[in-house]
């Protein structure tokens, strides 16, 4: 049969063609032989290199639903097929055990291609919504050495930190962000329902108003006249940005301005390495080949600044030089992991050590989650208390230049 693959060289270029072979695995290994690590491949249709793409039915999940969904998945995969339950039996009971309509159609489909005998890892490459690039390569990799449950296993517990490390970062940031929803509700109450009976009885005792006084006002009387061109801007501002931010210019913008801006920086590029170390370790345990070790991270990599990093690295070690070369630089990595890094490639143990080390960073970066929290939720306190103090003194200071001059 043909089929369609896409894969990157030894020099790190992508190359997308077509290869005759049985299924998919021997076409994966006689690539593998040229020295090309694969990324996709799928039957060829009737445009030369195209790649076929899967069917789509179900309700696409944000990343926080599609790592609970892999770490159950891989939970009770684990433990179905560790006592010994054949593969295609133990998809067959964690697709009765989950209830999300949408993700056991998505079980049940990859049950049916490895009924028809196709691997798991292959039978996952048709929903990459749910399977990534790095499970999809674990999981081979266990079928081929035989350890698929030990593969199971240490996915759910990559799984199960990214989503702890993500449920404790936007546990942090509600309570700052319903400081934030209450100031901005209660300035607009107060220039929209307040400020107005106001106005009138400043009109009825024919006080001067203060410059602060007029100037709100003012906003007041253009908010409620024109509220509709407001909420527009604000809706069409808030597109803009984001569609901005999602265009390749764009994205690189933001991601430079978030890793140089005081204190964020810092803790993004904490988060940011600890991952890094944490998914190096965990595919060079599993004896995944370097140079595709790094694709993959770098694929699964969402700074634009990181995944050059790793490119530069990939560039390093296909021209024989060490990988940590291209972790050296300080603005994106601690000089700790560095020099971690490098020892672990002298001693040959770079993966328990980058495993270590993306624990101590993952403790770091709680306690830096939990200070931030503290120092955030006073700060907009403050705000919150100027915001409102600064409209109730321009709303007051004419009554009280009225009481003065009555005095």
């Not at 702890?164 to 100031?183: D, E, F, H, Q, S």
């Not at 602060?212 to 069409?236: F, K």
């Not at 143990?349 to 955030?376: F, K, Y």
Request: hydrophobic share 50%.
């Amino acid at each position: 049969m043909r089929l369609a693959y896409q894969a990157w060289d030894a020099a790190g270029k992508l190359v997308s063609d077509t290869i005759d072979a049985a299924d998919a695995d021997d076409a994966r290994e006689s690539l593998r032989q040229r020295g090309l690590f694969v990324t996709q491949i799928d039957e060829a249709s009737s445009a030369a290199g195209a790649v076929k793409p899967g069917k789509r039915s179900w309700r696409r999940k944000g990343k926080t639903g599609r790592l609970k969904v892999l770490a159950n998945f891989c939970q009770q995969l684990f433990l179905m097929i560790k006592t010994g339950t054949p593969i295609v039996q133990s998809l067959e009971a964690v697709e009765r055990q989950t209830r999300d309509l949408n993700v056991r159609q998505v079980i049940a489909q990859v049950r049916l291609r490895v009924e028809e005998g196709d691997s798991l890892a292959i039978a996952m490459d048709s929903h990459p919504e749910y399977f990534d690039a790095v499970t999809r390569n674990l999981i081979d990799a266990g079928e081929t050495s035989g350890k698929l449950p030990y593969m199971l296993e240490r996915i759910g517990t990559l799984t199960r930190k990214q989503l702890g490390i993500r449920n404790k970062v936007a546990g942090a940031m509600v309570y700052p962000a319903l400081l934030m929803v209450v100031a901005f509700g209660v300035a607009i109450l107060m220039l929209v329902v307040v400020l107005p009976r106001f106005g009138t009885l400043f009109e009825d005792l024919e006080v001067p108003l203060p410059p602060t006084t007029a100037m709100l006002m003012d906003s007041g009387d253009w908010l409620r006249e024109y509220w509709w061109a407001a909420l527009a801007g604000v809706v069409a501002m808030f597109v803009a940005i984001v569609m901005w931010a999602k265009s390749a210019a764009g994205k690189k913008v933001v991601d430079k301005l978030v890793l140089r801006a005081p204190g964020l920086g810092k803790i993004v590029r904490n988060f940011a390495t600890a991952r890094i170390a944490r998914l190096i370790g965990t595919l060079r345990e599993s004896y995944l080949p370097l140079l595709e070790v790094l694709e993959l991270v770098a694929q699964s990599s969402s700074n634009t600044q990181y995944q050059a990093m790793l490119d530069n690295a990939k560039h390093a070690v296909s021209r024989g030089q060490p990988m940590s070369s291209a972790f050296a630089d300080e603005r994106l990595v601690n000089p700790t992991v560095y020099e971690a890094m490098r020892s672990g490639e002298e001693s040959g143990q770079i993966g328990p050590l980058l495993l270590s080390l993306a624990d101590v960073l993952d403790e770091e970066n709680d306690v830096v989650v939990r200070t931030l929290t503290n120092i955030i939720e006073p700060v907009i306190l403050v705000i919150l208390g100027v915001v409102i103090g600064f409209v109730a003194i321009s709303l007051f200071m004419p009554v009280f230049d009225l009481m003065a001059n009555a005095m």
